[in-house]
Structure formats: structure tokens, C-alpha cells
């Protein structure tokens, strides 16, 4: 098993790990707490991880339960930023909260993460 360092800092408790070209969380002391699943995983943000559990399927985000909280049904989903996240779908781009509602509809064809109040489109 080899850990991976993914992305930014984060203040989660787990860390991502990778096993056969699967991944999953690990606490810090080493014992697996949301199996080793996905093949597209990413660190926790903001309470909430981005993970695709194969490559048919879409992405979506688990809670550090590993429960899974807003459904894999995105082309592509990135890490939670001021409370609001960038995610793909149908090709374009837009942005969800962190239950899932589409704040922002996925209009644009490029975009970039949220920052201080504000994200490129």
C-alpha cells in the first residue's frame, strides 16, 4: 500500500491511500476507514470528498463517513472551496453547494476553483 500526497493542505483527519490502482482513506494512525474503492479519489475539503468509484460511473462526494452525500453522477467534480464546488457536467461547467443544489448552472465552458468571493468563468 503507498500513500499518496494529493492537492492541497487539508484539515481532515484521513489521508488518502492507494492499493492496486484503487483508493481510499486511512486515519493517521494507518487503519483503513473508507475502503479501498475508487479509482479517482481526492483529500477532504471542507468536510466533503470528490471520488469516482470506476471509470463508467460518474464523480461525487462522501462525507468522512464514506457515506456518500451528493450522488457520482459528474464528468468531473473538484475540491470544495468557500463552500461551493466546480463541477463538469455534460461539458459544461458550474458550481454546487455542499448538499448538492446547483448554485451556479453548468453553463461555461471553463472555470476555476472559487477564491477570495470570486472564480474565473
Known amino acids: 500500500m503507498s500513500f499518496l500526497n494529493v492537492g492541497k493542505t487539508t484539515n481532515s483527519k484521513l489521508l488518502v491511500a492507494s ?12 487503519k ?11 483529500n477532504f475539503y471542507e468536510g466533503l470528498a ?3 468509484l470506476d471509470y463508467d460511473s460518474g464523480y461525487g462526494y462522501i462525507d468522512e463517513t ?7 453522477k459528474y464528468d ?3 475540491n470544495f472551496s468557500e463552500g ?3 463541477v463538469k457536467l455534460n461539458k459544461k461547467i458550474g458550481f454546487i453547494d455542499k448538499t448538492g443544489k446547483q448554485i451556479v448552472p453548468c ?3 471553463d472555470a476555476d476553483e472559487f477564491a477570495h468571493g470570486l472564480a474565473r468563468v
Open 19 to 30: 492499493r492496486d490502482s484503487k483508493k481510499g482513506y486511512l486515519d493517521k494512525k494507518g
Open 32 to 42: 483503513i476507514v473508507i475502503p479501498i474503492q475508487y479509482v479517482n479519489s481526492n
Open 50 to 52: 470528490a471520488v469516482q
Open 66 to 72: 464514506g457515506k456518500i452525500v451528493i450522488p457520482m
Open 76 to 78: 468531473y467534480a473538484a
Open 84 to 86: 461551493l464546488s466546480l
Open 107 to 109: 453553463i461555461y465552458e
